[in-house]
C-alpha cells in the first residue's frame, strides 16, 4: 500500500526533484517540460529575420521601430516526457527470502521503492507515466501511461501490490515492450541483471525505438559477499536447476573477482552505448540512490 513506501515528508522531497532526458524530446503532447523544438507556447525562445510568408502576428512591432527590420518572435514548444519504469518482477528479485538473510535488503522491495520514487518524480512534474512489471512468458502488468499528480495514490498502490515471481527471459521482455510502446521516452529500467540468457538485446531494442535507457543495477549484500562456506546444494530460484559446490577461501575469492568483472563489464558496456548505469546495494538507503546517485548520472536534477 502507499503508506509502507513513502510518508509526507519524503513525498515532499521528491516534489523537488525532476526527470532529465539530454536525448528524447518527442512529446505527445503538451506538457510542463521546455522542448529543444521551436514551438507556439508564450516563453520566449529567440528572435530571427522575417521571411516572405511567415505570420505577421508574430512579428515584433517594438523592434520594427526601432530597427526598422522585421523580426519574428521565436517560442519554446512544452512538452511532456514520455517515463517508462520497468521493474524485473522474477523470482531471483524475491532475495533474501523469509529467514535467509537482513529483511531490509531484499531486492525487490528496494526496487519497489525506487520505481515509485522515479514515477511520482514523473507524475508530479507532468510527465507521462507508465510503469510496468516483468514477468515471464510475455506477461508484462503496465500501470498507465497517466500525467498528472492526480494519479500518486493510483500508482503507489499498484506498485505497492507487485509480488515477483517465475522466471524470465529478460531480454525477450524487454523486446516486448520495445514493440509495444515505441514512443521514445526516458526508459529506467531496475534489474539484478542475472538473466542466463542475457539482456543486451532487450536493452538495444529499447534504444533502437529511441529510448533513453537507464540502468540501476540492483543486488543484495549477501550476493556481493554471500555469508556461506562448506559443501552446499545451490538452487536456481528461477528454474529450479541445482549445483552442488564446495565454498572455501579460493572459491570465495574467485567469486568476488568474477563479481567485480561482471560489474566492470556492464559499466563499459554502458558507457560504451550511451547507457546510464547505476549499481547499488539494497543495504544502501534508496534516498541516496535518488539523491545522490541518480543526480550524478543526470538522470534527475
Same mark, same amino acid.
Given at each position: ?115 515509485? =520514487?522515479?514515477? &511520482? ?24 501511461? &497517466? ?11 499498484? #506498485? ?16 516486448? &515492450? =520495445? ?67 564446495? #565454498? ?20 563499459? &558496456? ?32
Amino acid at each position: 500500500m502507499a503508506e509502507r513506501l513513502f510518508d509526507e515528508k519524503t513525498l515532499r522531497q521528491l516534489d523537488q526533484l525532476t526527470l532529465v532526458a539530454n536525448r528524447v524530446r518527442a512529446g505527445a503532447m503538451k506538457g510542463e517540460r521546455r522542448s529543444v523544438r521551436r514551438g507556439t507556447s508564450l516563453e520566449f525562445a529567440d528572435y530571427r529575420n522575417y521571411v516572405r510568408g511567415d505570420d505577421l502576428r508574430r512579428v515584433d512591432w517594438n523592434i520594427f521601430a526601432r530597427l526598422e527590420r522585421p523580426f519574428i518572435k521565436l517560442f519554446e514548444e512544452e512538452e511532456d516526457l514520455a517515463v517508462h519504469v520497468l521493474i524485473d518482477a522474477s523470482a531471483s528479485m524475491d532475495f533474501p527470502r523469509e529467514g535467509e538473510g537482513d529483511p531490509k535488503h531484499h531486492k525487490f522491495r528496494f526496487a519497489q521503492r525506487t520505481a515509485a =520514487a522515479l514515477a &511520482y518524480i514523473g507524475l508530479a512534474s507532468g510527465d507521462n507515466v507508465a510503469v510496468t512489471a516483468l514477468y515471464g512468458a510475455g506477461l508484462n502488468v503496465t500501470w498507465g501511461a &497517466y500525467r498528472g499528480r492526480g494519479r500518486s495514490l493510483a500508482l503507489l498502490e499498484y #506498485i505497492g501490490a507487485l509480488q515477483p515471481a517465475g522466471d524470465l527471459d529478460l531480454a525477450g521482455a524487454l523486446r516486448d &515492450y =520495445a514493440m509495444r510502446y515505441p514512443r521514445p521516452g526516458l526508459c529506467l529500467f531496475i534489474s539484478d541483471l542475472l538473466a542466463p540468457n542475457g539482456w543486451r538485446d532487450g536493452i538495444a531494442a529499447l534504444q533502437g525505438v529511441g529510448h533513453e535507457v537507464a540502468i540501476i543495477h540492483v543486488l543484495s549484500p549477501e550476493e556481493i559477499d554471500p555469508p556461506l562456506a562448506g559443501d552446499l546444494q545451490l538452487v536456481d530460484v528461477e528454474s529450479g536447476a541445482t549445483a552442488d559446490v564446495t #565454498i572455501d577461501a579460493a572459491m570465495r575469492d574467485l567469486y568476488m573477482r568474477r563479481l567485480l568483472a561482471w560489474r566492470d563489464e556492464i559499466t563499459a &558496456y554502458c558507457r560504451k552505448r550511451g547507457i546510464h548505469y547505476a549499481t547499488v546495494e539494497t543495504s544502501t538507503s534508496w534516498e541516496t540512490l535518488i539523491m545522490t546517485e541518480l543526480r550524478r548520472l543526470g538522470v534527475l536534477r
